[in-house]
């Protein structure tokens, strides 16, 4: 078994994934607003409880590692560590926006995937298919209205926007092939089966080196929890 935990933004996800079997007993999604804190470890007994099995039959507990919220990140990460250790299970941390980029099927043009970044701003990442979604860019803040501007080639755009940031985004109609809310969600289920590849490949975190990926910009980004 394999628990998922993202808690990259005000959205919080958790999986848990039966990699024997290659089932989802259990995932749940849903919006956290300043509340991770409070609400992630009964989710997790929840989901676990649900699942039939106890932290101890964890093989490995993935964790989104970002960018996103500095506060949601570190409960997020403090908590996955935790568990790791405690339960002496394996510790597979993700950047958040490989996530969103597994989600989408195989695809000729390149992708883009975004997450909130506060202050009206997203963080973003460039996506190439080759065998999978391959980063071709270091992540970057950009504004709807930049990303935008920027794109001049056929581009799907997949991530955490709300309306007015998809409209934006989406101008270049003929260009931005904008994915709808109910396709851009990051689904805990995805951190799993990222995360039982890397241990199938061998590559696990050290707990006390795994760290999350902040974002460095010339305005502070506000805690979004």
């Known amino acids: 078994m394999i628990l998922a935990i993202d808690t990259s933004t005000q959205w919080l996800?958790?999986?848990?994934?039966?990699?024997?079997?290659?089932?989802?007993?259990?995932?749940?999604?849903?919006?956290?607003t300043r509340r991770h804190t409070i609400e992630l470890a009964p989710a997790v007994a929840?989901?676990?409880h649900a699942g039939g099995i106890t932290a101890?039959?964890?093989q490995a507990i993935a964790i989104a590692t970002g960018?996103?919220?500095?506060?949601?990140?570190?409960?997020?990460?403090?908590?996955a560590k935790g568990m790791a250790l405690a339960n002496h299970a394996a510790l597979v941390g993700v950047p958040s926006l490989d996530i969103l980029a597994f989600s989408i099927p195989p695809a000729a043009m390149p992708l883009i995937c975004v997450l909130q970044a506060g202050r009206n701003k997203l963080a973003a990442c460039r996506y190439q298919y080759e065998e999978g979604w391959t980063s071709h860019s270091q992540i970057f803040v950009t504004s709807p209205q930049q990303l935008s501007e920027e794109i001049e080639t056929d581009t799907l755009i997949c991530g955490e926007m709300n309306a007015e940031e998809r409209r934006l985004v989406g101008r270049k109609w003929k260009k931005a092939h904008v994915y709808p809310p109910s396709l851009s969600v990051r689904r805990a289920s995805y951190l799993a089966e990222i995360a039982a590849q890397k241990l199938a490949a061998g590559?696990?975190?050290d707990p006390m080196t795994l760290a999350p990926i902040y974002l460095h910009t010339a305005d502070p980004i506000p805690n979004l929890d």
């Open 67 to 79: 960018p996103g919220s500095f506060t949601s990140l570190r409960i997020g990460l403090a908590f």
């Open 13 to 32: 996800s958790l999986a848990l994934y039966d990699t024997e079997n290659e089932v989802f007993p259990f995932e749940k999604t849903w919006r956290s």
């Open 203 to 205: 590559q696990e975190d």
């Open 56 to 58: 101890n039959d964890l």
């Open 46 to 48: 929840e989901i676990l």
